[in-house]
Nanobody, 124 residues
């Protein structure tokens, strides 16, 4: 079992940057593919980015390509999401998720563990 705690959200102007972090408990962090998802008010939760267990392979939603970068540090049990060139439509609660022995899927239901979420608000 793994527990996930996100941090780094906040209020930022359009065009700015934020770096989200997710700290995981447990000693088997490198057995989990990790993903970032987001949920805007009144909308379904959607995939943002994922990283393989080794960290060598990354996956992005089209909306995140070229602006967001996901990375992980298996020694520190952390996964990060660097978000640049933020837009108003990036406003959402961002969630970190873990998929044991996963392959970095985009599917919400494939992830067994979720953090509590961190709010990102982008103002114009």
């Amino acid at each position: 079992q793994v527990q996930l705690v996100e941090s780094g959200g906040g209020l930022v102007q359009a065009g700015g940057s934020l770096r989200l972090s997710c700290a995981a408990s447990g000693r088997t962090f490198d057995s989990y593919a990790m993903g970032w998802f987001r949920q805007a008010l009144g909308k379904e939760r959607e995939f943002v980015a994922a990283v393989s267990m080794s960290g060598l392979t990354t996956y992005y939603a089209d909306s995140a390509k070229g602006r967001f970068t996901i990375s992980r540090d298996n020694a520190k049990n952390t996964v990060n999401l660097q978000m640049n060139s933020l837009k108003r439509e990036d406003t959402a609660v961002y969630y970190c998720a873990a998929d044991r022995y996963g392959a970095g899927t985009r599917t919400v239901s494939e992830y067994e563990y979720w953090g509590q979420g961190t709010q990102v608000t982008v103002s114009s």
